[in-house]
């Protein structure tokens, strides 16, 4: 079925169903040149492309952003509707005799909250639902806990990585319904539980409630960016205490030490299966930490152990402590 139709509100679900049909269908060593992406094209350059597509080595995906094609209101481009109606005709037989290795895939993403959907007289979409395969996205309501519950189980499945369930209950209620947003905290979380494979509430109220920034300030400490560092920890002080901002830089460090070591014998690949971490946030830690020397996150872990040893016994205030582990 070589013709697709994904559209709806949720515009992370789509670009997820996007991104699995892409690994089905290419393969890994011609996938750069057989991935072709159309960004809201007119009807003639859409056809233009399809009909004067050369053959090549296995699948050739044609990612189409089309919206204006498949909702309601005008889609042609200053064309008489006679033009229109005929490269319509056109673009319609190209589609019902399709190469079987040319995968054409229509996307049509919907504002959020707008409750719109794609115009099911159109001939366009009528086409496609008969001879291709159409998936609606929508939006999760505030209601469907349950639903997203289970999202969030199953986003972290391949990591091998679970969830209490009044984790991900709480994880829902700090972030609300936006998938989007639930994603860039999991992955977050995954870092910080390390070695960890199951995430907690604590876990959750730890990195998720007010500590957007921590990330980037320790980030910006391990490069040594000082002054940046300090002026993000003033921030994050105003709602958090400094032993939590501890408790995230010490699981930042541990893992940024384990990756440098590991990362000189072994590929990201195969780091990643040796962390139990995604590959994708293997290979962005590597690039990170290229220009910094394993001896100096050694010296800045022991730096932080000793200042949260001090802060903890009450021998020196938090907040001054921390300021202090950044400014050496």
């Known amino acids: ?33 057989n991935h072709k992406v159309l960004e809201e ?13 050369p053959m090549m080595f296995g699948n050739l995906v044609i990612e189409v952003n089309a919206k204006r094609h498949f909702t309601r209101g005008k889609s042609s481009d200053g064309q008489s509707s006679n033009d229109d109606e005929k490269l319509t005709a056109r673009l319609i037989e190209n589609i019902n005799s399709l190469n079987p290795s040319i995968h054409l895939v229509f996307i049509c993403k919907i504002e959020r909250g707008s409750n719109k959907k794609i115009d099911s007289v159109k001939k366009l979409v009528k086409a496609v639902s008969k001879v291709g395969e159409v998936r609606e996205f929508p939006v999760f309501k505030n209601y469907q806990e349950d639903k997203i519950c289970d999202w969030i189980k199953n986003r972290l499945k391949p990591q091998k990585i679970s969830i209490k369930p009044d984790a991900a209950s709480f994880l829902i209620f700090q972030t609300g319904t936006d998938l989007r947003k639930i994603d860039t905290e999991l992955e977050k979380l995954i870092t910080y539980i390390y070695p960890r494979k199951e995430i907690t509430k604590n876990d959750v109220d730890l990195l998720c409630s007010n500590s957007e920034n921590v990330f980037r300030m320790t980030d910006l400490w391990i490069q040594d960016e000082k002054s940046k560092a300090i002026f993000e920890l003033k921030k994050l002080l ?39 971490l995604p590959p994708f946030i293997v290979g962005e830690e590597i690039k990170k930490l290229k220009n910094v020397p394993l001896e100096r996150l050694i010296e800045q872990r022991h730096k932080l152990n000793n200042y949260e040893f001090l802060f903890k016994t009450g021998k020196i205030n938090g907040e001054t402590a921390l300021e202090m582990v950044l400014a050496t």
């Not at 094209?41 to 597509?53: D, G, N, R, Y």
């Not at 010490?250 to 139990?276: D, F, M, R, T, W």
Request: glycine share 4%; hydrophobic share 45%; proline share 5%.
């Open 238 to 276: 105003e709602k958090n205490v400094p032993v939590k901002i501890a408790a995230v830089m010490q699981s930042v460090l541990k893992k940024c030490i384990k990756i440098k070591i590991e990362s000189a014998n072994h590929s990201p690949q195969e780091l990643a299966k040796i962390l139990g």
């Open 1 to 33: 079925m070589p013709v697709y139709l994904f559209w709806g509100e949720e515009d992370f679900n789509i670009d997820i169903a996007a991104k699995e049909l892409r690994g089905k269908l290419l393969d890994a060593d011609w996938g750069a040149i």
């Open 41 to 53: 094209p007119s009807l003639k350059v859409l056809l233009e492309s399809i009909e004067t597509t």
